[in-house]
């Protein structure tokens, strides 16, 4: 018996990106159900287009609220929550018609790549992306449940970054990571994010003085952090560690706040209590790169390999693991490494740079010069200075008449 699925979403005026919202999911759902907050534009004329069934929520400063209202009126058997400002592309459909014949596990997760063109913005990826006439410089990333079984009782939970995990996670489901990616286009804009952030903070608070509870106070953490305010951010989270010993995300995001002040000691501490309590490839990951930082490559070593034994689709994990092992000179295990990352994500700027550097170390100059131009072709941030590189290294090929591209010199 085959499988169906509702798709779930909640609006408020976005007829800006509605349609292609819609157009992108039409082939794999079997029903449509807006939960709309007060929408004033075209938003209920587009979804009725898609034959969408339309429900009017009053807006009560929750967006689990919101959600779980959607989820409350779905009558397949799976669920797809998307914004309207989201996309899924065809390979993302194609990977969802086989996600859902899957008879062990409660929920997939995503990949959501958060276009942008703030390249210094945390965790900003150089891989750039054109959709709707519209160039992205890259993304930034966070790995979410979007796909999950209908009628287990799940709901989401938070005022706001709701989350759909901790719920299924508390009554046992199973959730499995999968290459599926999101495409989320609403906060390139620097100024809207800017104001979505400000209004979900005095959510937060908002929540903090009627609800001071962990969660409360992990949620308003969140929100100081990505806000820049990482005085605040700590006190929250350390707050809702003392509400709760055992709250492994406070942790980690203590961790996330300390890294970004290269406060690498008290990155480490919070990065391996999180782990303590709650093993996850994020945290493993984190404290490798801190503990690279901090000079620290056996350690580095054994939480990267940890991170790709949890989450072995993670191309930046081998892009780290090829770092650790370049340091330590052991440059055909780097490159091994590095090609792995590379083939998981071909468009991994950051996997051919450091491709190129081990091979140009190791002697290898012709396979250099193709990783370095690759980087360059993809945007590497370091384009200009590569191209000298690359200049360099013709120079001394061009001296050496035997030398062709690929012959290894010194290996």
């Not at 807006?34 to 967006?63: C, L, R, V, Y």
């Not at 938070?158 to 290459?179: D, F, Y």
């Not at 330590?328 to 700027?349: R, T």
Request: with cysteine.
């Amino acid at each position: 018996m085959s499988q169906t699925i509702s798709l779930c979403m909640i609006t408020k005026n976005e007829e800006k990106w509605l349609e292609q919202c819609l157009n992108s999911v039409k082939d794999i759902v079997d029903e449509i159900i807006i939960i709309d907050t007060g929408s004033t534009d075209k938003t209920k004329e587009i979804a009725k287009e898609f034959n969408a069934k339309i429900h009017d929520f009053k807006w009560s400063d929750d967006f689990s609220a919101a959600r779980n209202e959607s989820i409350k009126y779905a009558t397949k058997d799976w669920i797809l929550v998307l914004d309207a400002d989201e996309t899924l592309d065809k390979d993302g459909i194609k990977a969802i018609k086989d996600l859902i014949k899957d008879k062990a596990n409660g929920a997939f997760l995503f990949l959501q790549k958060n276009y942008t063109d703030d390249t210094k913005i945390a965790g900003f990826v150089n891989e750039g992306h054109s959709y709707e006439n519209k160039k992205y410089s890259g993304w930034y990333g966070s790995f979410i449940a979007r796909l999950f079984r209908n009628k287990k009782g799940f709901k989401f939970e938070g005022t706001v970054h709701e989350l759909i995990e901790p719920s299924i996670e508390k009554k046992k489901g199973k959730i499995a990571a999968t290459k599926v990616v999101l495409h989320h286009y609403g906060n390139a804009d620097p100024e809207t994010v800017k104001k979505k952030r400000q209004l979900y903070l005095e959510l937060c608070k908002k929540k903090v003085e009627q609800k001071p509870d962990d969660a409360s106070y992990y949620e308003c953490g969140v929100l100081y952090k990505e806000n820049g305010d990482f005085d605040s951010a700590i006190k929250s989270f350390k707050k809702a560690i003392e509400l709760n010993k055992n709250h492994n995300m406070a942790f980690y995001e203590l961790g996330v706040v300390y890294e970004k002040q290269k406060n690498y000691d008290e990155a480490i501490k919070n990065y391996t209590e999180s782990l303590k309590i709650k093993e996850n490839a994020e945290a493993f990951q984190s404290l490798g790169v801190c503990c690279l930082k901090k000079g620290m490559n056996k350690e580095a070593y054994r939480n990267l390999v940890r991170a790709m034994l949890l989450s072995p689709n993670k191309y930046t994990i081998y892009n780290n693991l090829g770092a650790v092992l370049e340091r330590n000179n052991n440059l055909d295990s780097a490159i091994q490494m590095l090609k792995l990352g590379i083939k998981l994500n071909p468009n991994n700027v950051i996997g051919f740079y450091n491709l190129g550097v081990v091979l140009d170390k190791k002697g290898n100059f012709g396979e250099a010069i193709e990783a370095y131009e690759k980087a360059v072709e993809l945007g590497h941030i370091k384009s200009e200075e590569i191209k000298k590189r690359v200049k360099q290294l013709k120079g001394i090929i061009s001296s050496l008449p035997s030398y062709k591209y690929g012959f290894k010199m010194g290996g």
